[in-house]
């Protein structure tokens, strides 16, 4: 008996915190209190910003402080909450594409699950036409389309019908391989900043930064190496054939204002 008791107050315990978070996300929305943050994406080459990256924000309605995505995100996406946010997102992805910037934004597996969700996303993306959905990139993860081979490999195919562009974000850390994800149409591969961090000093990082260079050139997909916060990095990406740059180096998020 104490045993259901428990389970009951405990059910009703996550039923309020998930009520409490869906007011909340609600408000946030409304009021204006969902930010979009974005950062650089530049060519090394070149030191020209091609892509920003659009990042979320939650503002504190009681303490008016910018929340990071650790304070919000983990409990969204316990709650199933995330096709909310993904969908204001690419919204917003939309809205800068139609100012003529190239834009990435993030999209979970949870989103990609969700089929009216995705119904919402395609009829924006449709609504708004080839030429405006071809400046955005969606980021799905490595462990993401790991995890759902059958449903990245639809969303991949939606998203080339619509004419957007799919990158693999935090490549190299999902433990597969670009052979298991060749059925992605992937345009380019984000290296996680975890072999970028130690480039300099660790061998392994720079093996595994110019095995990731090679695939891609040898499938056509462009490469963007994240966490980059030093000229000397910079300088041995463009060795190893990087051809693409995200970090504090080229600047840190930034609020947008629409």
């Known amino acids: 008996v104490r045993t259901d008791i428990t389970d009951r107050w ?4 996550a039923a ?32 020209v ?7 979320v924000r939650l503002r504190d309605s009681a ?12 409990q969204c996406e316990r709650f199933a909450l995330m096709p909310k946010i993904d969908g204001y997102m690419v919204g917003k992805a ?5 100012a003529g910037r190239n834009i990435c934004v993030n999209i979970t597996g949870q989103t990609i699950g969700d089929a009216a969700a995705m119904h919402q996303i395609l009829e924006g993306l449709a609504a708004a036409g080839p030429t405006i959905a071809g400046r955005i990139t969606f980021e799905v993860t490595e462990t993401t389309a790991l ?11 939606q998203m080339q019908k619509v004419g957007c562009r799919l990158a693999l974000d935090d490549f190299g850390t999902g433990y597969g391989t670009f052979t298991e994800l060749r059925h992605l149409a992937i345009d380019t591969l984000k290296i996680d900043q975890t072999f970028i961090t130690n480039l300099l000093d660790d061998r392994n990082d720079e093996r595994i930064v110019r095995a990731i260079a090679f695939v891609a050139r040898e499938h056509g997909a462009k490469t963007i190496a994240e966490g980059v916060e030093s000229e000397a990095t910079v300088e041995r990406l463009a060795e190893l054939g990087i051809e693409r740059a995200q ?12």
């Open 10 to 13: 405990n059910a009703q315990q």
């Open 16 to 47: 309020a915190e998930q009520a409490m978070w869906e007011d909340r996300l609600r408000t946030a929305v409304a009021d204006g209190l969902l930010l979009v943050y974005a950062q650089p994406i530049v060519d090394i080459a070149t030191r």
């Open 94 to 98: 939309i809205e800068l594409a139609r």
């Open 49 to 55: 910003t091609v892509e920003e990256e659009l990042l």
């Open 147 to 157: 995890a759902s081979p059958a449903a990245a490999a639809a969303f991949s195919r």
């Open 63 to 74: 303490t008016a402080q910018v929340l990071p995505p650790s304070e919000f995100l983990p």
């Open 247 to 258: 970090g504090y180096l080229f600047g840190t998020p930034r609020p947008v204002h629409f």
